[in-house]
């Protein structure tokens, strides 16, 4: 199937030689998809984005790419080697193949789940790009200029190869919409296609047979948190038949739901947003027909974190589980120290919370944190306030979001009991 849509497609007319430092050809030799401005000895001033870059290493091809002279990333890899494979939309159909049997491999999607990654960034080739899959909707999350001219092309390579997917939500980073209008070649961040008056960006989809609801207009990330897919699964196992859960950060209440449909009795979500917790009571409502998620009572509170976690503990609740899920508390490698100190007070107030033998669930999502080093002072937060955790499970990034380069891991999730 080809996409009718009005994107730009084709690329740009221009091929660019790229000369590296050592330091650059070392790095393209060991595969890794970013170069980086202070690498380049020689490139095209008037380099535009998506222009095609073809790098030597002085006697052969050993990479080519697109240029992003907007970033500090001034040359995207797709491909390495001498190979002579145009960057187009035949490499785009071969990258989306090649991430297509990489998920089959790893079970993804899995039964009764019709949400996933299905191009993970820089780890399936396409550095800078994302895409999703929400039932029948293809969302594509665009963090360089240098895919504008190709997103077409690229849209066109995925839809050929799911023949499930009928409609676009095309979503930018927020250094990309800062761009002018020009340079983003007249695309609107959130944009749907078809353009149907009916259609707000809401999208229904399934995640291990439980139904959730999507903005993939102008929700989170793409419009939820697929990443979380196997934790969430793994939490809520872990919440069977307790009396009481608390997620912390809870969004549209992932977590939550997975917790109630084990039967959980009570679960209790926070967010500062308050649309997050209307979302979660949607979600809860779409499933209302599962037996234990109509017998679980559902409470959400629109508070900052912290302090609502100090009132229940001031209140005398205790929880059987207790999941926190921050945002990236560090978009900088200036800010890991503040990070690490707001890790460990959520570490402290979610023990506190829990009653004896109860279970904490703890995942970052930020990649300037590393698991160790967080781990750790999750650990000494636990022991400080007096419940040492005995550790029984870590994990990380989901099998549709493979993590293939050191800068590409991010997600790391902790499971522990405390006496």
Known sequence: MQTVFPLPRGGTSRCLAVRLSEKGLRSVRRRHPWIFADSIEKLAPDAAPGDVAVVYDGKKIIGAGIADPDSNVRVRLLSFGASREKVGPELFRRLAGTAAERRTEAGVPGPETDAWRLLNGESDGFPGLVADQYADVLVLKIYTSAFLPHVGDVADALFARYPALK?????????????????????????????EPEWNGEVVFRENGLRFLADVRSGQKTGFFLD????????????????????????????????????????????????????????????????????????????????????????????????????????????????????????????????????????????????????????????????????????????????????????????????
């Open 167 to 195: 409609r676009l939500a095309l979503r930018f980073s927020r250094e990309l919409s800062a761009m002018s209008a020009e340079r983003r070649l007249r695309l609107a961040d959130g944009m749907l296609f078809p353009c």
């Open 228 to 419: 979380q897919r196997e934790n969430r699964a793994r939490a809520g196992a872990l919440a069977a038949g307790t009396d009481s859960v608390l997620n912390v950060f809870s969004y549209s209440g992932g977590f939550s739901l997975y917790a109630a449909r084990s039967g959980a009795k009570r679960v209790t979500d926070i967010d500062f947003s308050r649309q997050a917790i209307a979302a979660s009571m949607r979600n809860f409502e779409l499933n209302r027909e599962i037996p234990a998620v109509a017998r679980c009572r559902h409470r959400g509170i629109a508070d900052d974190a912290f302090h609502a976690m100090g009132e229940l503990e001031r209140a005398g609740e205790r929880f059987s589980v207790v999941i926190v899920d921050p945002p990236s508390f560090a978009k900088s490698a200036s800010e890991r120290s503040q990070a690490l100190k707001s890790y460990s007070r959520l570490a402290k107030s979610a023990v506190r919370l829990l009653e004896r033998n109860g279970i904490l669930v703890f995942a970052s999502c930020s990649s300037r944190v590393g698991a160790d080093e967080l781990f750790e002072e999750v650990h000494r937060a636990a022991a400080d306030a007096g419940r040492p955790l005995t550790e029984f499970d870590r994990r990380a990034e989901a099998p549709d979001h493979p993590a293939l380069f050191p800068e590409s891991h991010y997600l790391k999730c902790l499971y522990a009991r405390v006496p």
